[in-house]
């Protein structure tokens, strides 16, 4: 059992590393105050090729897989850039990783080298107002009209319209009662689509609204309405009715990178505290020399670690190709949970300067507490391990 990274990881660590060493925190704190894209690190880590690095060689991109992009996004979100967590879940993940997989040679052919480049966002419209996380009852619906695909229904928390190219929309080409019926499961009738998303914009057929929200404003989340939206069934990702696979396949690679996003955001967080209980002194000391302080970083510390390994083998086993639903989830839950402890545990860190923008805490603060909610929520994650892992009754 080798527990050290392989040279390409550490090779990713070191890359990814040296640009965000130059986006500090304030960088990251004027984007969520403006509510801006952060188009500056963008580019730099799309010239460096810490965009593309799963898209396959053949495409432009670095040919990497899931381990080596879970380092790449946890070494950006430990700089201080907690939100990045978006920007690597939706284009290299969303984007890169499902179009690999299931994507059509001239799919690929057509997107990937624009994702290698930087120069192709992605974006996922899943979750909708009456489904949330039961996946299996949404309800926009697709139809096959002639060489088209016509897709009708809305969609919330879609997160990263505003610079998207192409949004992989979910939809019900078979409502599940029926999908039961007369394909003999509810996962049956599932048809994943690529869609243009500003050509449908300009057809007047997409619409999206962004939601105001509590942090992570570096990427808007928006309502969206699909007005017969209709795209060519070659932009059908997998076939018609029986994109529930395809599915899976999008869902593992997005909790995994969360969970990575919330290993570096936990990381951020401790670090930060660290530097400002070695150097705040009170009674004529660093207060973090005091246990009160020193101990519960310390337990958050061995947290973060666990979190962390546990991250690293399920991307492992993704890149294997072997099952990897388990791991995915406990890493998920164990590093958002630590990542919202370590937030918290900051804040409390630097005491009433914790509540001021002067510092950084309030704005990680606020980005750590969604970790526990998406992308999928903590109480689904304990249900899939009591009911999976340990045999209980089912309990939804």
Known sequence: MDFD??????????????????????????????HRFPHEIWADLAEGGWIGLTVPEEYGGGGAGMLDLAVALETLTSSGGTAATFLYILTPGF???????????QQKTDILPGVAAGETQFALGLTEPDAGSNAIEITTSSRVDGDELVIKGQKIWISGLENADWMIVVTRSTPAAEAAASLGSRTAGFTLALVPVKEAVAAGTLSFSPIPKMGGNVVTSSQVFL?????PLTNVLG???????????????????????GVGGAEAALRVASEYASSREVFGRPIGANQAIQ?????????????????????????????CGNETNVAKLTAAQVSWEAADRAFQTFGGMAYSQEYPVERLFRDARIGKN?????????????????GLPRSY
């Not at 984007?95 to 040679?105: F, K, S």
């Not at 998406?374 to 340990?390: D, F, K, Y």
């Open 5 to 34: 990274l392989p040279e390409q990881a550490l090779a990713v660590r070191e890359g990814v590393a040296a640009i965000a060493a130059k986006y500090d925190h304030a960088y990251w704190s004027a984007c969520e105050n403006e």
């Open 374 to 390: 998406i992308p999928v929520a903590e109480e689904l994650i304990l249900a899939h391990i009591g009911t999976q892992m340990l």
């Open 295 to 323: 101990f519960p970083l310390a337990q958050l510390k061995a947290k973060t670690e666990l979190a962390r390994l546990m991250t690293y083998k399920a991307a492992w086993l993704f890149d294997q190709g072997r099952p």
């Open 227 to 231: 007005d017969d939206v209709r795209v």
């Open 95 to 105: 984007g890169a990783m499902t179009l690999a997989q299931h994507g059509t040679e």
């Open 239 to 261: 076939e018609v009715d029986r994109g529930f696979a395809v599915l899976w396949d999008v869902l593992n690679p997005e909790r995994i990178l969360a969970a990575a996003g």
